[in-house]
């Protein structure tokens, strides 16, 4: 298990949405923040906006809206599959109807 980082430590937005796999790939996470379906903090944000742990990642998809906190940021790119999940908490996942989107 790979040690926790230092305290202030960030990492690029899309990069831990692809690191969390909160998005399949870093193009997919980059195209989302573009379209402004990604906030930080309630504040729309850039692929390049800086995540640290504490911050709060609102997600918007086709028919859901995903709320996490970050717990941790890792310190590679790459992470397995099963430290991805230590990464986050769902702190809401709201199914939009057709009136909302």
């Known amino acids: 298990m790979p040690l926790p980082p230092a305290p202030g430590f960030s990492m690029r937005l899309d990069l831990f949405l692809k690191a969390s796999r909160l998005c399949s790939r870093r193009t997919v996470a980059q195209k989302f ?30 028919h859901q809206l995903t709320t996490v906190r970050v717990l941790s940021v890792p310190t590679a790119r790459q992470t397995s599959r099963r430290d991805a999940g230590t990464l986050y908490e769902v702190l809401n996942e709201e199914a939009l109807d057709e009136d909302n989107l």
Do not use: F, P, Y
């Open 33 to 62: 923040c573009e379209a402004g379906r990604v906030s930080v903090n309630g504040s729309t944000a850039k692929s390049s906006h800086a995540v640290k742990a504490g911050d709060e990642i609102l997600i918007r998809r086709q």
